[in-house]
């Protein structure tokens, strides 16, 4: 079965500080990975994705993810954090079970400070 | 890009009553519609696929009766939450991607807050 784990729950860190958000999955088979962000009211907006590519994915507002088949991680990195990037973040894995089904890690609230 | 609006953004009502949550796609069709529940603090949990014209496919566990949803045209999608409980209180969101459009790249609402007094 198909599933991803968020490391930490809640990251802070001070604006132009670099942002580091981590994801594991766990997949039998060669996943499709995505990072979605949910600002508040706002609906979810994908990242970035992995489907098999190169295995450094650059995403929208200088978000960028690698792919690490070694140590089944898809961590997202931005060197600068910008105010406006305080949301909700969440890794999610394809299931095979069927076209466009999700699967969504718990999330991880990043929290930027002055 | 493409545009998924939800309404109500937010409702209240009273346990017993049922209620209807609307799923537009605004500026394209989707066969396809997904519906998730998200409790505080919590993950997005797929509940059910939309198929348009056709009935929807639920998730194992989601009630059937429970949460009735309605495809009938290719922009637009809707959940019924009837005879609501305060235990159905949850932020129900919606989701569509593009037809051909790569997998797992879907277009979000911006969520339905229910509140079951």
């Known amino acids: 079965a198909q599933s991803v784990t968020q490391l930490d729950s809640h990251v802070s860190v001070s604006e132009g500080t670099p942002v580091l958000l981590r994801c594991n999955y766990s997949s039998s088979y060669s996943p499709s990975l995505f990072w979605y962000v949910q600002h508040p009211n706002k609906g979810l907006q994908l990242l970035l994705k992995y489907t098999s590519a190169a295995t450094l994915v650059k995403g929208i507002n200088g978000f960028e993810a690698e792919f690490k088949k070694s140590e089944t991680s898809f961590h997202l990195t931005k060197p600068s954090a910008h105010m406006s990037d305080a949301a909700e973040y969440f890794c999610?894995?394809?299931?095979?079970?069927?076209?466009?089904?999700?699967?969504f890690g718990a999330g991880t609230r990043l929290a930027v400070h002055p | 890009g493409a545009v998924v609006s939800q309404h109500p953004s937010w409702v209240i009502c009273k346990s017993g009553t049922s209620v209807k949550i609307e799923c537009r796609s605004l500026?394209?069709?989707?066969?396809?519609m997904f519906w998730y529940r998200q409790f505080p603090k919590q993950s997005l949990m797929l509940m059910a696929t939309s198929n348009e014209g056709s009935k929807a496919t639920y998730e194992q566990g989601v009630e059937k009766d429970k949460f009735l949803i309605n495809h009938a045209s290719l922009t637009l999608s809707t959940l019924t939450v009837t005879s609501a409980h305060p235990e159905d209180s949850s932020f129900y969101i919606c989701s569509a991607g593009l037809a051909g459009g790569s997998t797992g790249e879907l277009f979000f609402g911006e969520g339905s807050r229910l509140t079951v007094l």
């Open positions: 999610v894995v394809s299931d095979p079970a069927g076209y466009n089904k999700l699967i």
């Open positions: 500026d394209f069709q989707a066969t396809t």
